[in-house]
């Protein structure tokens, strides 16, 4: 995750999880060599079973994981938009500016997610910026960047 754009009227905080796609690429890849490499030995049906399974844990793993996570927080007009997009297709869910307390960090074992806190409202609730939990140290830092750019503009 990172901040991509940062001026008085305008913070976009971005996760673009490259590594977990390739990593998911190289995974599904690895195992329909295996399937078409079983196949081709004479082993038909086992060979498109592998292939199935190639097909369900790497599609399903794609499906679950790789997702593009955009926070867009607009001070002209208002409002932050939360931005997904999957392999399914885009989400986006907007609120006001003005019902966000704050960001957060939730923690979860050694991993971490940056979340923005509504307190009341229609939106009320924590709404997190990316949907999975992450390592790294950085996300104290953006949601310490988040709360400044809220102040700012208060």
């Not at 931005?83 to 986006?92: D, E, L, N, Q």
């Amino acid at each position: 995750m990172k901040i991509t754009t940062h001026t008085p009227d305008l913070l976009i905080i971005e996760d673009r999880p490259w590594l977990i796609g390739l990593a998911m690429t190289g995974f599904t890849l690895f195992i329909v060599v295996a399937g078409i490499a079983t196949w081709a030995a004479g082993n038909p049906v086992k060979g498109v079973f592998i292939l199935f399974l190639a097909a369900l844990a790497g599609g399903g793993g794609f499906w679950a994981f790789v997702r593009r996570s955009q926070a867009v927080f607009h001070r002209p007009e208002g409002w932050v938009e939360l931005r997904s997009r999957t392999v399914t297709g885009p989400r986006r869910v907007r609120h006001r500016l003005s019902e966000i307390d704050g960001a957060l960090v939730e923690a979860y074992s050694d991993s971490h997610r940056v979340v923005l806190n509504i307190p009341g409202g229609e939106s009320k609730g924590r709404h997190p910026i990316t949907p999975v939990y992450t390592s790294g140290s950085h996300h104290a830092a953006i949601a310490a960047t988040i709360n400044d750019w809220l102040k700012a503009g208060a």
